[in-house]
Each structure stands twice: as C-alpha cells, then as structure tokens.
C-alpha cells in the first residue's frame, strides 16, 4: 500500500482540524483511493515490459519480471490486466520451410541424449536449424545450445541450408566454451548439415561425442525445439526484415543481449542464461570463466547496439 503524501510540517490531525473532516474518515477515503493507486502503477510496469519486448512475452513471463522489480502480484491478475489493456503477446505464424533434410547416406547415430540429465554446463548441446521470413526470401539460422543453462552459445545465419551454416554455429560454440576433452555431447536431428563428414570430423577432433534424434520425433530435442518457439515469437514473427545483413543485426542483439542477457526462464529459477551461469560458478568452485561468443557475420565479440 503506498504511503499518503507529505504534509510538511503539519500533522494529519492539524491538517484534518483546519479541513474540518475527522482523522478517521480521511484514513477511510485513503484506504479507499490506495488499491486504485496501486493497480494503476502495476499496469503501467505491465505495459512497459510488454512494450519493451514487442509484446512477446505471455503472463507468466510478464509476472515474473515484475517479481523481480518488487510487486506482489501472481500470474491470473497479470493475466486479467494485459486483457484488459490489450497486451496479450502475439500469436505465431505457421511453421512454412523444410529446414531438415534426412534422407540421405550418412551415417546415424545413436540418441545418447534421451535420458540425460546434465547437472553442469558443457555437458550436453543441442542444436537445430529454422527458418527467418525476409521481405524477398528465406534466410536459415543454425543455433547451438547449452541444454544446462539454455544459453545460445554459438549461431549462424545464412541464405542456404548447407553444411557449412550449421559447421559456423557449432565453431563458434566451440571457441567460445573450449569444452574439455571427452565431457561433452553433441545433440541434434538427423538432418544432414549434422550427419555430414565436415561436421562430425570437427566433433570427433575435440572428442564430443554425437546423438541424434530418432526418426520424426520431435521431443528427443525439445529444449533446441522450445528455443525455437521463442525466438519465433519474441523477435522474429513480425519483424520485417530488409535483407540478411538486417537480419543478422536483429538476431544477433536478440540472442546475445536479450535471450542470454535479459529474457528470464522459468527452467532457470526466472533468472537469464547468463546470470544462472554466474551462480552456478558461485557455487561449484573451480570451473572455468566462459568468454562471450563473437557475433557471427559482424565480428565483435562485445555487446552491440540496439539495432531497433
């Protein structure tokens, strides 16, 4: 409940005297007007934060933030008051592209991540690939995750769906982890960009073992498949991108400040990628200081303008 405002040097009683009203019925008008007071201030801390993100965050995620700047407030009344102010997020658009291609010669391997649980990061990675809508085509993004953290440590965004897209997101996420030797496995479908010799030459030089989704099943890579949905709907779906080089901007500032950086996971407490990492260090001495990832395409490995 917010406080009554200042009365300098005059008591409520004085003031209360020389208004002609009793103490008690002006705490009964105050107590009255507070509630209103209170929604008013928590629906415009709503609206910023749906604003902020381009309205991409659903109620959960909104009541969360605002746990984080302090309010009391649960998920149904965030609900009720983004309704209310029309800030539902907004709705995705049908998946079009053929973004896997798995029929081909290589070889298969076994699924090693179905029934893993990492307990630290570099354990297990997952990746994929999806498709961007541009003005005038479709670019393709490869992306490689910590399934631990969830942070996206390594990407790439392309115009075609060659080997070599999803070979520049997994190099990145290499230089930038430097995963110790025989630690680590490698999740993804069985597309060919990850069954190809090139690729699997670069797991087999840093010993990562490879795991492969099994046929047509989309849950066995769930977490890369959720990651998806998000950068769908929080940055992509909407977004009218002029060319790849525009693309590559967005996307970029996207994964490296927003997802990493400031976008909360209900998997992670409600804390960012990047935040649970530095806890995780905190607690388990030891382990090694992860450096930043280079923005593929833009060659800065330090944070970037917001390109909006």
Not at 33 to 40: D, F, I, L, M, N
Not at 203 to 218: D, E, K, V, Y
Not at 258 to 273: E, G, I, M, T
Request: aromatic share 8%.
């Amino acid at each position: 409940m917010t406080t009554p405002s200042p009365q300098g040097e005059l008591s409520v009683k004085q003031l209360c005297a020389r208004a002609g009203v009793s103490r008690a019925g002006y705490y009964r008008a105050w107590r009255a007007s507070a509630p209103r007071q209170e929604e008013t201030s928590l629906r415009d801390a709503i609206q910023r934060i749906a604003l902020e993100h381009r309205r991409r965050l659903g109620h959960r995620m909104i009541a969360a933030h605002l746990r984080r700047q302090g309010f009391v407030v649960g998920k149904n009344r965030v609900l009720r008051l983004m309704r209310l102010d029309n800030l539902l997020a907004l709705r995705t658009r049908p998946f079009v592209p053929l973004t896997t291609l798995s029929r081909h010669s290589w070889r298969v391997v076994p699924n090693l991540a179905r029934w893993m649980e990492p307990t630290a990061i570099d354990q297990l990675w997952v990746a994929d690939i999806t498709y961007v809508r541009m003005l005038e085509e479709f670019a393709y993004l490869a992306i490689v995750l910590d399934a631990f953290s969830r942070r996206a440590i390594g990407w790439a965004l392309e115009t075609h769906l060659q080997a070599s897209l999803a070979i520049a997101a997994l190099k990145m996420a290499i230089k930038a982890r430097r995963p110790a030797s025989g630690s680590l496995v490698h999740h993804s479908d069985r597309g060919l960009q990850y069954a190809c010799s090139e690729y699997t030459d670069i797991l087999n030089a840093h010993a990562i073992q490879a795991s492969m989704s099994r046929t047509g099943n989309p849950y066995d890579n769930a977490k890369a498949e959720s990651f998806m949905k998000t950068l769908k709907q929080e940055e992509v779906d909407g977004t009218a991108y002029r060319d790849i080089h525009h693309a590559r901007r967005r996307v970029g500032f996207f994964l490296e400040d927003v997802y990493n950086r400031q976008r909360l996971h209900s998997a992670l407490n409600y804390c960012p990628p990047v935040e649970f990492e530095v806890q995780m260090r905190e607690r388990i001495p030891g382990l090694v200081p992860i450096r930043r990832a280079g923005l593929q395409g833009i060659g800065k490995s330090t944070a970037i303008e917001d390109p909006r």
